[in-house]
């Protein structure tokens, strides 16, 4: 699984965690429902593409130090545990730099959310008839919010 599937569905997942937790106590027919393309908001995040540089080259150089570290062991259970605390740190690497993205989001979904009276919000695949589609308005805010430096 790409990097990029893995991030998106981690956003997926946490997004529609928070929104339906959030929402649960509301009376149903008080509800509106919106629907995003959790993937399509991640990568059309204006960070999106510089914060995957910065976990490749990361990644780059987790993976070259665990080369040598390799290389000079002889013993193959050390060298199995050095390749596994590799993909461990670049995973928590991933995780740190990917998850102000995830905050960014989370805060653009429920500005528009709220803006719009939604109080609801699924990955829209989710979504087999109605709902209001807010992925473009969650994009043109994350956009906005990241001109303004925010």
């Known amino acids: 699984m790409s990097v990029g599937r893995k991030i998106a569905f981690l956003v997926c997942s946490a997004l529609l965690m928070g929104f339906v937790s959030s929402s649960v106590a509301l009376a149903a027919d008080?509800?509106?429902?919106?629907g995003i393309d959790p993937q399509?908001?991640?990568?059309?995040?204006p960070k999106y593409e510089q914060t995957l540089k910065q976990i490749k080259n990361i990644a780059d150089q987790k993976q070259n130090e665990a080369k040598v570290a390799?290389?000079?062991?002889?013993?193959?259970?050390?060298?199995?545990?050095?390749?596994?605390n590799m993909r461990r740190n670049i995973a928590e690497e991933e995780q740190?730099?990917?998850?102000?993205?995830?905050?960014?989001?989370d805060l653009a979904v429920r500005?528009?959310?709220?803006?719009?009276?939604?109080?609801?919000?699924?990955?829209?695949?989710?979504?087999?008839?109605?709902?209001?589609?807010?992925?473009?308005?969650?994009?043109?805010?994350?956009?906005k919010k990241s001109a303004s430096g925010g």
């Not at 008080?30 to 919106?34: L, N, P, T």
């Not at 399509?40 to 995040?45: A, G, I, R, Y």
């Not at 390799?70 to 596994?84: G, P, Y």
């Open 30 to 34: 008080e509800e509106r429902v919106g």
């Open 70 to 84: 390799i290389d000079k062991e002889s013993d193959n259970d050390k060298k199995a545990e050095i390749f596994q």
């Open 40 to 45: 399509k908001v991640l990568f059309q995040h």
């Open 111 to 143: 500005t528009v959310a709220t803006a719009k009276k939604i109080t609801v919000v699924v990955d829209k695949t989710a979504l087999f008839y109605g709902g209001i589609d807010i992925t473009e308005d969650v994009v043109q805010e994350l956009k």
């Open 96 to 105: 740190k730099l990917m998850q102000p993205l995830f905050k960014e989001i």
